[in-house]
């Protein structure tokens, strides 16, 4: 088996693909060893110790180092352990808990059903246009609400915390939204 590795916006962060499906639908996002108790595969990539952040997309794994960790020292162990698991087709969450649910994205916003047209349209561009682009990049990004023109979305995997990520969201994200959803006037992420 091979897993192929790509660069990431975020200097800290890698992207580990292996070449098949790793979430059947979905995202999941893992910023602490304690999250990552309900997955065997990520909470054994927390393990190595200067794993800061662990990511799972459709097809792919992304792995965030802690600040000072040199990748060429990290990188073996994380092939390693990711090799181990899809190799042995290991599952990808412990049985009872609660990862085949999907529920969705919670909103940080109470959104006002006048908004109910303009906040359709902002779904479906980010659905379409931006969380295929944010995921080649190794992260997603989910809507958290709309409250007076303003935006607010969460950005997970290598691009939380990612050094460009407000040139993403100002210059590219808002730049879209504003575009074609004339009642966006800013992007915040929350």
Not at 34 to 50: K, N, Q, W, Y
Request: net charge negative; proline share 6%; aromatic share 8%.
């Amino acid at each position: 088996m091979l897993i192929e590795t790509e660069t990431t916006p975020n200097p800290a962060t890698l992207k580990f693909i292996p070449g098949r499906k790793v979430m059947d639908s979905g995202t999941r996002d893992f910023a602490t060893p304690e999250d990552a108790e309900i997955s065997p595969l990520a909470e054994a990539l927390f393990t190595l110790g200067d794993v800061e952040g662990v990511f799972f997309g459709s097809d792919f794994v992304s792995v965030t180092a802690g600040p000072g960790t040199n990748w060429f020292d990290l990188k073996p162990d994380v092939l390693s352990i990711l090799l181990d698991h899809f190799s042995a087709d290991m599952p990808l969450f412990r049985a009872g808990s609660a990862a085949g649910i999907s529920v969705a994205a919670e909103s940080d916003f109470q959104d006002d059903p006048e908004d109910e047209d303009v906040i359709v349209q902002i779904k479906e561009l980010i659905e379409t246009r931006v969380r295929p682009a944010v995921a080649n990049d190794g992260g997603d990004i989910i809507y958290r609400g709309f409250d007076k023109g303003t935006v607010y979305l969460k950005m997970q995997g290598a691009c939380a915390g990612c050094p460009s990520s407000t040139a993403t969201l100002k210059h590219g994200i808002e730049s879209l939204l504003k575009h074609y959803v004339p009642e966006v006037t800013a992007v915040q992420a929350v």
